[in-house]
């Protein structure tokens, strides 16, 4: 199955239009898995020098080298968002309250061009591939990584990319440090005394107390965190009360901590319940504080590792190489990152809307564009 040039931008566009009608919440990718697992099978049904593997939604597909003395791993994601998509397109999600927003669509019909193109010819050193679910809600990478679905298949250097719209087609952007921020998301809650609104000395109001914690907290970044590396701490959610009259006995608050680095995560989140129980003890409440990771680590490219890619799209002159700052939006890559170096990048589709946008609508002529030129860089990894 061997697509050139308009052929084979046809067959990816049709494909990524069939994931696109069928997107899916992470760990519930059934018929996604299904629909990957029918292409696969028919790209490997007469390689030799073929084998994958499934577990729970997710599919690993190693292709084994002739003289191997390293094994080359490619990453995708598969799930979808709770979006209801308002594209308009004529082939729009059919799954109601689903869409695939972040582009995920677009890494998968990517991961399935490159896998046909390494299917050529038996590779000197291993390739894997990795379908990976649940990557926007329980990092799947670190799911399978955990429940040991690689074995004696795990890369000794990983890669991945991402859309990323406001960059336009033949952009590829990355870095030699951090590409994404860690998240680490934060639930508080503060417990005091309730009581009625006209007699406050004989409650303990935590409601007040947890106000104060939202005001004091924003002091964590602008006052612990080195201007130079950044860090995010948000609180977007806050619960207490029940009416007008009653003083709140307890106070719930749900937020975010976001870092560059996973020395600086550490230190918000010290900072963080360091900050929570001084508000605590000054009011004579109790606070209790979960931090949950997760497999949410800053993507940290591995600098040798970045700087060949780098080099290597410098010197294509279709491609326009840009050294990109960090995001701080997240990513479970780097859960992957955390125990193989490797690189992820950034791949242009010229959207007009942004990542988990109703309306996010990427160009379709990255498609044949991206399997080019990281089939292009991969046979340089592993011939």
């Not at 061997?2 to 997107?23: G, S, T, V």
Request: aromatic residues 10%; hydrophobic residues 40%; negative net charge.
């Amino acid at each position: 199955m061997r697509y050139e040039h308009f052929n084979m931008a046809l067959e990816l566009i049709q494909i990524r239009r069939d994931l696109h009608q069928i997107p899916e919440i992470g760990m519930e990718e059934f018929k996604t898995q299904a629909y990957l697992l029918s292409k696969i099978e028919a790209l490997l049904q007469d390689i030799d020098f073929a084998e994958s593997r499934t577990w729970k939604t997710g599919i690993i597909v190693r292709l084994k080298g002739y003289v191997p003395d390293k094994t080359i791993g490619w990453r995708t994601d598969m799930d979808g968002l709770p979006i209801v998509e308002e594209t308009g397109l004529p082939f729009a999600s059919q799954h109601e309250g689903r869409m695939h927003a972040c582009g995920h669509d677009f890494h998968m019909t990517i991961a399935l061009g490159l896998l046909e193109e390494m299917c050529l010819k038996q590779p000197k050193n291993n390739v894997v591939f990795l379908f990976q679910p649940a990557e926007e809600n329980l990092a799947g990478g670190k799911l399978m990584y955990e429940a040991g679905v690689f074995g004696d298949w795990l890369p000794d250097a990983f890669y991945a990319l991402h859309v990323r719209p406001d960059l336009k087609v033949g952009d590829i952007g990355t870095n030699t440090g951090t590409l994404f921020a860690g998240t680490c998301e934060v639930k508080l809650s503060f417990k005091g005394r309730g009581g009625h609104a006209a007699f406050p000395h004989t409650a303990n109001d935590a409601l007040v107390a947890a106000s104060y914690f939202v005001t004091q907290v924003q002091t964590v970044v602008s006052r612990n965190v080195d201007p130079i590396e950044g860090g995010v701490v948000t609180f977007g959610s806050f619960h207490a009360g029940t009416t007008n009259n009653i003083i709140a006995e307890t106070a719930h608050l749900h937020g975010t901590i976001r870092s560059l680095t996973a020395e600086m995560g550490d230190l918000l989140k010290e900072r963080v319940k360091t900050v929570a129980e001084g508000i605590a003890a000054s009011f004579d409440l109790e606070v209790s504080s979960q931090f949950i990771q997760s497999g949410y680590l800053p993507v940290e490219n591995n600098p040798e590792l970045a700087r060949e890619l780098m080099a290597f799209y410098q010197a294509d002159k279709d491609v326009n190489l840009i050294d990109i700052a960090p995001a701080m939006t997240g990513e479970d890559f780097g859960y992957l990152l955390h125990k193989v170096p490797g690189t992820m990048f950034w791949l242009g589709v010229s959207a007009d809307d942004p990542l988990h946008s109703s309306k996010f609508n990427p160009d379709e002529r990255a498609l044949p564009f991206a399997v080019d030129k990281v089939s292009a860089f991969f046979k340089t990894k592993v011939y």
